[in-house]
């Protein structure tokens, strides 16, 4: 089974109420690039949204994500 790319893997979204009614906040990190770049050139996978250039925040005021990801049923795998 392979994660699932609507929640990545997490298997709960965010009800979107709290973010402008957006399920996905662009990633900090590496502010939607999805790698980190380093001063010698090279390249790294960005650890905070694995990639995803978005990221699923961690906690929301209104429903604590606790809304199962319609996409894997809650499970975080398809």
């Known amino acids: ?3 699932c790319p609507k929640c990545n893997g997490s298997g709960r ?4 109420v709290c973010w402008g009614g957006q399920r996905q906040i662009l ?3 590496c ?4 790698y980190i770049k380093h001063e010698d050139g090279t ?3 960005c650890k905070r ?3 995803a250039k978005f990221y699923i925040p961690l906690s929301c005021p209104k429903c604590d994500n606790s809304i199962p990801c ?3 049923n809650g499970t975080g795998k398809i």
């Open 1 to 3: 089974m392979a994660e």
């Open 13 to 16: 979204q965010s009800c979107g």
């Open 27 to 29: 990633c900090m990190g």
């Open 31 to 34: 502010s939607g690039r999805g």
């Open 43 to 45: 390249k790294e996978t």
């Open 49 to 51: 949204c694995n990639g």
């Open 70 to 72: 319609p996409h894997c």
